[in-house]
């Protein structure tokens, strides 16, 4: 049986219940997702909030609350095939118990390892390379906002880290790619829908401290030394075009 | 902003002027964000971004002013260099620091300096950005304090307080060289804060020393255990009964204080003719005596004439550089000594192979090691496993035993690590002879060597650069 679902990890519990309680499941996609030709008959799955925390309970018990953590993380990677590999891992980890956690070395866990790798990664790098930028604000008190385009859902991961950082000023991030947004004020977050062609209006002093920035990053760099490879391995280009600083740049 | 053209023009010039400085990490220290400040800093750091020479930024690394007094040989700064000179006013810097902050660009501010004056009128001013920075902004992020040698104690103490992390630069790795090139500063001068900056740590016994559990450079817990007190208390260092409660919270009171980051230093590679084994011994005695965090290697960069350095233009000793860093590497989280990684006989690493595979060559008596049954420690030891694998080897075993296709998939690089392990009792390395087995090795890294070579400046393993 092929499920599809709403696309929510919720969504994805609701699956593997139906893959125990009605039937076996061979493939599990997100609805709307059309692109692939299929033979046999495809099930949607309600969410059913009550059902999901059954089975995330049943996977904090059976196995252990960083077995769930692990695929939860995994299931932000956001990769296709993802469903299946949750699938096969919570099950795994159903039959072997709390041990799971331990099999570095076993495909279904080593794929697990994979995904939250890049997740975290991800979540890493943009801790770093996030740029906020001032608003224009009727209020004393600037609004910080940033766009980012990861590859990953790391939104809410990167939240904690943001609301430690900014105690006092309120901000904004903006995943252009999912167009939501995290609105954060006070040490409190919210995560709502913002379209990707949200047009921030910058505060007026912003394109000099852009510009100050900008000189630094070019200045910091020793000529002799010039390693862009090296350079490229730890910021990668997809992650350029958000930046303030231009990577391509020379020195004058 | 004060006035916006001479600030860009103050940053660019001492941003130059501070860019041979390697140190940028903004880790060591975790700091929750506090209500009424901006700003917080993580133990791992954060790097937000990275230079066109491969270099993360990490902070803020500027020079509060490049006027110096000194005339030391190897550096851009020196008074009879023709640069560009600048000096930063506290408040301009406190704002730039602040503004770049909060926009995410940097974690922190480092801040190092040219001896303008005297070593202490120049911490004076450096201290007084921090206390703006501190005290009047409210700045919970990251602050690098580079401390000149022969600032005084009193000076040293309060720049302390307000950084996270302080450093003396060593620079030249021997007396004969800092005598030679940089006439002006003596040993006395650095050694002195650097022994007052361990000793005031271990007064409040912050003192972390360098690497993970498996280095030799952590301090041993002096934890006096009062037996016939049925063991519950400890006595304090004035000779006071304490219970746990009460010294740990002396403990977390004062970890807060001084340099809670540690301490650092730098030498510099290539600009004299000092071996590796001087050079590591050196890191050794450092991370001993004064239990630093890091110690950092700055390759040379020749950019000045100087009859005494070399020339102008001559390579960057890049490759020695990254073999020390290595070696440094196997000093902090594998347990290795300076003198297991060279000796008299082999007082310079080789450049064409790393120093733990090295080592390896020189001990086939320690080889092979069983994946399933050695311990921690000799399992570090072995080329292409590190630190992250032997922690998911030494869990996995306790469920289950481990098979040579288990270890790829943990992050082994097995087409090394095969030469050096048994996996349940089978060897995997047949078909190399031990004589053969450098050259095997040799021909398998050539991929990751070359492209080392040749995207970094032209390298040639010569002992004069």
């Not at chain 1, 696309?7 to 893959?19: I, Y």
């Not at chain 1, 059309?34 to 018990?61: H, N």
């Not at chain 1, 007026?204 to 350079?231: F, G, M, T």
């Not at chain 2, 000045?304 to 890049?318: E, F, K, T």
Request: net charge neutral.
């Amino acid at each position: 049986m092929e499920y599809t679902y709403d696309g929510t990890f919720d969504g994805l519990l609701c699956c593997l219940w139906a893959h125990v309680y009605i039937e076996k499941a061979d493939e599990i996609l997100p609805a709307g997702c059309a692109d692939q030709m299929s033979f046999s008959a495809r099930t949607f799955i309600e969410t059913d909030a009550e059902k999901a925390e059954r089975v995330a309970c049943g996977i904090e018990k059976k196995i252990s609350g960083y077995a769930l953590r692990r695929a939860y993380r995994a299931f932000l990677s956001g990769e296709p095939a993802r469903e299946m590999d949750i699938l096969h891992y919570v099950f795994f980890g159903f039959s072997i118990g709390r041990d799971v956690d331990k099999m570095h070395g076993h495909p279904i866990c080593r794929r697990m390892d994979v995904l939250n790798h890049k997740v975290a990664r991800e979540a890493e790098r943009l801790r770093g390379l996030l740029r906020f930028g001032a608003l224009e604000s009727a209020e004393g008190r600037p609004l910080l906002y940033a766009h980012i385009t990861p590859d990953c859902d790391i939104l809410q991961i990167l939240m904690p880290h943001f609301l430690n950082r900014y105690r006092q000023e309120p901000f904004v991030i903006h995943d252009l790619n999912r167009e939501k947004a995290a609105f954060a004020a006070a040490g409190r977050y919210e995560i709502r829908p913002l379209a990707k062609d949200y047009a921030p209006g910058y505060a007026k002093s912003e394109q000099a401290w852009k510009d100050l920035w900008r000189a630094y990053y070019v200045h910091a760099a020793i000529p002799e030394r010039i390693n862009e490879a090296c350079r490229n391995r730890f910021m990668p280009e997809r992650y350029w075009k958000n930046l303030v600083e231009d990577p391509n740049a020379r020195r004058p | 902003m004060t006035d916006r053209n001479a600030t860009m023009e103050k940053l660019r010039v001492l941003t130059d002027a501070a860019k041979y400085d390697v140190s940028c990490s903004s880790s060591g220290h975790e700091r929750k964000g506090q209500d009424g400040r901006l700003g917080s800093s993580s133990r791992a750091g954060v790097c937000h971004s990275w230079t066109a020479d491969g270099r993360c930024i990490s902070l803020l690394k500027i020079l509060y002013s490049n006027r110096c007094a000194y005339d030391c040989e190897y550096c851009v700064n020196r008074r009879s260099n023709d640069v560009e000179r600048a000096t930063f006013t506290p408040d301009e810097l406190a704002e730039l620091t602040m503004e770049f902050y909060r926009r995410n660009y940097i974690e922190g501010l480092f801040l190092s300096s040219a001896v303008s004056g005297s070593p202490d009128a120049t911490s004076e001013q450096m201290c007084k950005a921090f206390q703006i920075l501190r005290e009047r902004e409210g700045f919970w992020g990251y602050i690098h304090a580079k401390i000149a040698p022969g600032t005084s104690p009193e000076l040293v103490d309060r720049i302390g307080r307000l950084a996270d992390r302080v450093s003396v630069n060593i620079e030249l790795p021997s007396k004969e060289g800092l005598a030679l090139l940089a006439p002006a500063k003596n040993p006395d001068g650095i050694l002195k804060p650097m022994g007052q900056i361990t000793q005031t740590m271990a007064e409040q016994h912050s003192l972390a020393g360098a690497g993970n559990k498996y280095s030799r450079y952590r301090p041993v817990q002096r934890t006096p255990l009062l037996e016939d007190e049925g063991g519950s208390a400890y006595r304090s260092e004035k000779g006071d009964i304490v219970t746990h409660r009460q010294r740990d919270a002396a403990r977390f009171e004062h970890r807060e204080r001084f340099a809670p980051a540690g301490q650092t230093t730098q030498l510099i590679i290539g600009a004299t003719a000092d071996s590796d084994l001087r050079i590591l011994s050196l890191s050794h005695s450092l991370y001993k005596r004064f239990y630093m965090r890091r110690v950092f290697f700055s390759a040379y960069v020749p950019v000045l004439d100087s009859p005494l350095l070399p020339a102008r233009g001559s390579s960057v000793p890049l490759l020695r550089e990254h073999r020390l860093y290595q070696a440094d590497w196997l000093m902090r989280f594998y347990g290795f000594t300076a003198d297991e990684i060279v000796d008299e006989a082999h007082p310079d690493l080789d450049l064409e192979l790393d120093p733990k595979v090295s080592w390896a060559l020189r001990h086939p008596e320690f080889f092979p090691v069983e994946i399933n049954e050695a311990c921690a420690e000799a399992l570090l030891r072995v080329p292409g496993v590190g630190n992250v694998s032997v922690q998911r080897i030494l869990r996995q075993r306790t469920v289950a035993a481990l098979r040579s296709d288990d270890l790829k998939r943990i992050g082994v690089v097995w087409k090394r690590a095969k030469y050096f392990v048994t996996v349940g009792g089978k060897y995997y390395g047949r078909g190399v002879r031990h004589e053969t087995l450098r050259d095997h090795l040799l021909l398998q890294s050539g991929g990751v060597q070359m492209s080392f070579l040749e995207s970094g400046p032209l390298l040639l393993p010569g002992q004069d650069s």
